[in-house]
């Protein structure tokens, strides 16, 4: 039994340099990703609100661990060259599979859109979108893209029927905003979003407790204001978000121009 014991680590301490290169290796490319997803598809805040940080985390470690430790296990310097290179194959074809997959997921669930809708703001990824009408989506909305998160609104239904099958699908769990045929430019909808916000002492009266670290967000909100727009943070008003994920977070518009100017981690429906 011992003898076997110490073939074994004579076995590992053998390939533990060839894995800890590869680990190396991993981690590199693990910052490479980190890049795309942070700079790219999921920026601040729409990696926590979006659910980016789980999914990277979940898909590094998987594929950080997966590389080295089959190279740990399989390779061994004793063996031929040709035994090598068919194990550094298979090796390589599990991990950029499994890599590439994970990419791909998280492809899908960047976020592509905010919309607002009756009384809130949707963060929305090609996953959410009701996929029956596949040409109503337009290009920009499918996977792989790199633009930043397009602000839509919601249209009124045009006919009754129209409307009776919006109810229908709401009951199934697809709401307007993940209906592409319904969105509309947010400038239509910025009446409204105004109409429903609420001002800032609401949203600090809700939450005693967190009064500083959402007074401090609204602070940095109001910074760089656009003309015509509010500049003190008093004046900013709010609106809940929501995404797949969360429903604790709210977006601060500006009284005049509706745009959105920061967000903040808060309950937005009450405490």
């Known amino acids: 039994m011992s003898h076997a014991v110490s073939a074994l680590f004579a076995r590992f301490r053998a390939t533990a340099p060839w894995a800890l290169r590869h680990l190396v290796g991993s981690v590199f490319i693990a910052g490479l990703v980190a890049l795309l997803v942070i700079g790219a598809w999921f920026p601040p805040p729409f990696f926590e609100i979006s659910g980016g940080l789980s999914l990277f985390v979940l898909i590094t470690a998987v594929d950080v661990v997966c590389g080295p430790a089959l190279t740990l296990l399989l390779l061994h310097p004793a063996k031929t060259r040709k035994a090598l290179a068919v194990d550094m194959a298979l090796i390589a074809l599990v991990q950029l599979s499994a890599l590439g997959y994970g990419v791909h997921t998280l492809s899908a669930a960047r976020p592509i859109a905010l919309v607002f809708e009756v009384d809130r703001f949707r963060v929305l990824s090609h996953a959410d979108l009701d996929l029956s009408r596949p040409e109503a989506i337009p290009g ?123 967000y903040v981690q808060a309950d937005g429906f009450g405490p």
Do not use: C, N
């Not at 760089?224 to 943070?233: H, M, V």
């Open 140 to 262: 920009w909305a499918r996977p792989w893209g790199f633009e930043p998160p397009r602000m839509l609104g919601v249209r009124s239904a045009r006919t009754a029927a129209e409307k009776f099958a919006s109810v229908e699908a709401s009951l199934q769990g697809i709401e307007p905003s993940q209906r592409p045929d319904w969105w509309q430019d947010y400038a239509l909808s910025a009446p409204q979003a105004k109409a429903r916000a609420k001002p800032l002492e609401l949203l600090l009266s809700m939450h005693p407790q967190q009064h500083e670290r959402i007074a401090a967000a609204a602070a940095q909100a109001a910074q760089q204001p656009a003309a015509q727009e509010a500049a003190r943070a008093e004046d900013l008003l709010w609106l809940p978000l929501v995404g797949r994920r969360t429903t604790e977070w709210v977006a601060f518009i500006d009284p005049h121009s509706a745009r959105i100017r920061g």
